[in-house]
C-alpha cells in the first residue's frame, strides 16, 4: 500500500513562506506523478499544484502561479510546496496525493484522477 505523510504546515503572516514536505512509502516513487491540494473550511477541495513524474511539466492554480511551486526529490521519496508571499486565502489544510498508475507525462488537475492521499497539514495566514 501507499501512504503518505505531509510536513511543514504553520502560522505565518500575510506575505512570509513556508515549505511543505510529502514523504511517499510503499512503492517506487519517481515512476508517479504527484499533486498538491487544498482545502479551507466550508469549501470544496480545489487543485494547488502538480508534477509529472519526470519533473517535465508541473501546472499550477492561476490563485498561486508566480507564488509557490513544487518539486520533487526522487531518492527521497518526497515532493515539496515552496509557498512565497502568502495570502490569507492561502489559509487551508494543504494535503499532497498520487497518481494511481505510473508515467503519467500530463498530471491531473482534479483530485478525482489521484488515488492515494495523505492526512493533511494546515497552513494559517494571518493577515
Known amino acids: 500500500q501507499v501512504r503518505l505523510v505531509e510536513f511543514g504546515g504553520g502560522l505565518v503572516q500575510a506575505g512570509g513562506s513556508l515549505k511543505l514536505s510529502c514523504v511517499s512509502s510503499g512503492r517506487t516513487f519517481g515512476n508517479y506523478a504527484m499533486g498538491w491540494f487544498r482545502q479551507a473550511i466550508g469549501k470544496e477541495r480545489e487543485f494547488v499544484a502538480s508534477?509529472?513524474?519526470?519533473?517535465?511539466?508541473?501546472p499550477y492554480a492561476d490563485s498561486v502561479q508566480g507564488r509557490f511551486n513544487i518539486s520533487r526529490d526522487n531518492a527521497k521519496s518526497t515532493v515539496y510546496l515552496q509557498m512565497d508571499d502568502l495570502k490569507p486565502e492561502d489559509t487551508a489544510t494543504y494535503y499532497c496525493?498520487?497518481?494511481?498508475?505510473?508515467?503519467?507525462?500530463?498530471?491531473?488537475?482534479?483530485?478525482?484522477?489521484?488515488?492515494?492521499w495523505g492526512r493533511g497539514t494546515q497552513v494559517t495566514v494571518s493577515s
Open positions: 508534477i509529472s513524474f519526470g519533473c517535465g511539466y508541473a
Open positions: 496525493a498520487a497518481d494511481a498508475q505510473p508515467f503519467r507525462v500530463l498530471p491531473g488537475l482534479t483530485s478525482r484522477e489521484y488515488a492515494y
